[in-house]
């Protein structure tokens, strides 16, 4: 950090830029005035019988459209989980700040600026224009510090900006009093906050928040009105300190350039940047001495919660140098494979997922055999249906009435009847335990995927001939899956053979839809097969890559276990060197983890023993919710935010948008 000591940083360039740059959850209190819009309504000066006319003219700054949609994500981004958001507006733009923003805070609500002294109307035709609508924005635990009743109400009355304090040279058409700046800012923040104002003008909500001892981030990008407000903010500045601190060098000069990563804008004692904009995973990888590479490794396996979109908010927030790596619930491995260090300890409770991991990494012979059987296989799934045109000619005396519903479950009886022999050949010797549930799943997938077929066509449109074979093909092919889905949920096999277990635990994970691993009250796995989309998956290349030298070099330095993640920590003890990065399951009403339930006792426990027992760095991801934040809402915990989209919706158990937490104790 540059210096600790900072109180303000007026910046000179465009704000839409310079935002990207500044962290996540950093800013106390976002308080700005941009442009309305307004002035492309404007009829042109107003003439006066025997005067002069009247400018009836804002700016031509405003005449430029300014869509508030351009800036919400960001505010949101910047700003703290207990921070407000105050923005002067319009009557042409409070629904659009409404539409962007509402969804995103817990409350939104709206003030208005009486002006005692509006200019007058010249011509009685309507309605002086004597208001102006602030529209706010909060989230639980904000601040406010109201003393009265009398001080809650949303409307304020004072002057417009009125000389001496109103600027001549430059006139800013929008100036605003300090007064009311000043009464907004002392409800809205503490002493020390950071009020941030990306449309500065001529500097007035600076002047206020320094003269409120709050610290201050004003940009503006016209160069007339910043060099006023620079003065303005240094001579307020003045009367507090005797030397002007200016982070960076760079107040009053324009932004020529980007800002390096390490530009810190806040004063958190040890804060790490969050450098998250437009940075991508493959550069943010750690570096050793040992180790001059910059590749991030694949992750292992599809798993749910995978961090692979969310290692730029993760890489460059962790520690500079650590000497071992640590992560107890290491899912598909993301962030595992992108770290390098001297050691890496792994844990999952999931045995399965950390055979799979001690297969990789010890290379495992009857494994990887298992693993290209089971690829065979899905090759012969295609072969068998290319070669037998028979299911496309049934389908289609189907569709057109010349078979009804029980001509056609006799159709495709004798035709399994009839392929007996080459539909059980499909799965080789090691998996051909009960190969008649293998004919019994192709009936019954072919005889479900035509009705549905039919259905569809007779309520949308005839599909083309190759969109038929698609879903055909997809019958076959699920007929397969659904075999090893049953292999896998084969207690004697699970409990006498953990290595072709293991394999058949990895097939499902690749093919079953989206990914998903989610058991019935038996305890048997029901994700049904992934669909046309996966068809043409093969295992190949994944196998290459498990077998690779580099991710075998990786592995050769790893520590793989499957333990509660307490007494793995406990176990290989973290120490003041380490890192640990914990991505536990999330706190939901489904909490179910691989068939390994993870209540609100665990997070309790786990966020007990990291933050009172745990003497390594560590950063943990996680879900947003009241309960989880109040767990970590401690002194000496970050705590930022960032939006993560999930690409499926499994029976409405997770939220389209949600906000993820990173959480760290340094």
């Known amino acids: 950090m540059r210096n600790p000591n900072w109180r303000k940083c007026v910046l000179c360039g465009d704000s ?47 005449l430029v459209d300014f869509n508030p949609e351009d800036w919400a994500d960001e505010f949101v981004r910047i700003l703290k989980p207990t921070g407000n958001l105050f923005i002067f507006t319009s009557y042409n733009q409070i629904g659009k700040w409404y539409d962007c923003l509402d969804h995103k805070f817990d409350t939104t609500n709206f003030m208005i600026w009486h002006k005692t002294n509006p200019a007058p109307k010249i011509f009685k035709a309507g309605f002086l224009n004597s208001c102006e609508m602030i529209f706010t924005c909060w989230n639980k635990k904000h601040t406010w510090n109201f003393l009265s009743q009398s001080e809650m109400h949303n409307f304020y009355e004072s002057p417009i900006c009125m000389r001496p304090e109103r600027l001549s040279t430059p006139k800013h058409p929008t100036q605003k009093p300090i007064a009311l700046l000043k009464k907004i800012i002392t409800i809205a923040t503490n002493e020390n906050d950071i009020v941030f104002d990306p449309f500065m003008g001529v500097g007035s909500s600076g002047v206020a928040a320094l003269e409120l001892n709050r610290k201050y981030i004003g940009i503006e990008i016209n160069k007339i009105y910043f060099d006023a407000a620079k003065i303005r903010v240094d001579e307020q500045m003045k009367k507090y300190v005797d030397k002007t601190i200016v982070d960076g060098g760079m107040a009053g000069e324009p932004l020529t350039g980007p800002l390096p990563l390490s530009y810190d804008l806040t004063s958190w004692e040890d804060l790490t940047v969050l450098p998250v904009r437009n940075v991508e995973a493959k550069m943010l990888r750690k570096k050793s001495t040992n180790d001059k590479t910059s590749k991030v490794l694949p992750a292992i396996i599809k798993w749910a919660g995978g961090k692979e979109k969310e290692l730029k908010y993760i890489l460059p927030n962790m520690p500079k140098t650590f000497r ?95 392929n007996r022999s080459e539909i059980m050949s499909m799965v080789t010797v090691d998996f051909a335990f009960y190969t008649d549930v293998l004919v019994d799943e192709m009936y019954k997938n072919l005889l479900r995927k035509m009705k549905r077929m039919k259905v569809l066509e007779n309520t949308k449109n005839v599909l083309p001939e190759k969109d038929l074979h698609d879903n055909l093909e997809t019958a076959v092919k699920g007929a397969l899956y659904m075999y090893f889905r049953h292999l896998y949920n084969a207690k004697e096999i699970q409990k006498n053979d953990n290595i072709l277990h293991c ?3 990895y097939f499902i994970r690749n093919y079953c839809y989206s990914g998903m691993f989610r058991y019935n009250d038996q ?143 340094y």
């Open 324 to 418: 071992r790596y640590f992560e107890p619930f290491v899912g598909g491995g993301s962030v595992f494979l992108s770290v390098v260090c001297d050691q890496y300890f792994v844990n999952d409770l999931s045995s399965e997922l950390t055979c799979l991991y001690s297969c990789i990494a010890e290379r495992n012979a009857r494994f990887f055999d298992y693993v290209r059987q089971i690829d065979c296989s899905w090759k012969k799934a295609k072969n068998f249906y290319s070669s037998n045109n028979k299911l496309y000619d049934i389908y289609l005396s189907y569709r057109n009435e010349e078979i009804n519903d029980d001509k056609l479950k006799k159709e495709l009886s004798s035709f399994c009847d009839i």
């Open 16 to 62: 839409k830029d310079i935002i990207k740059r500044i962290p996540d959850n950093s800013i106390d209190f976002i308080f700005t005035d941009p442009p309305y819009n307004i002035g492309k309504h404007s009829t042109g000066n107003i003439p006066l019988p025997g005067r002069t006319p009247m400018n009836n003219d804002v700016a031509e700054w405003d």
């Open 523 to 665: 305890g048997e796995f029901n994700v049904p097969y992934g669909g046309i989309a996966y068809n043409l998956k093969t295992l190949g290349k994944k196998i290459d890559y498990y077998l690779s030298d580099e991710l075998s070099l990786h592995f050769k330095k790893t520590v793989i276990d499957n333990l509660d993640f307490e007494v793995f920590l406990r176990k290989y003890v973290p120490t003041e060197d380490d890192f640990v990065f914990l991505d536990p399951p999330y706190d939901s009403e489904f909490s179910t983890y691989a068939q390994n339930e993870f209540t609100k006792k665990d997070q309790i426990r786990l966020a007990d023993f990291m933050i009172n027992k745990c003497k390594a760095k560590w950063m943990l991801v996680i879900k947003n919710t009241d309960f989880i934040y109040s767990l970590y809402n401690k002194k000496g915990i970050r705590i930022r935010s960032f939006d993560k989209k999930y690409m499926v919706s499994f029976m409405n158990r997770n939220d389209k948008k949600v906000t993820h937490l990173l959480i760290t104790n």
């Open 503 to 505: 394999s058949l635990f």
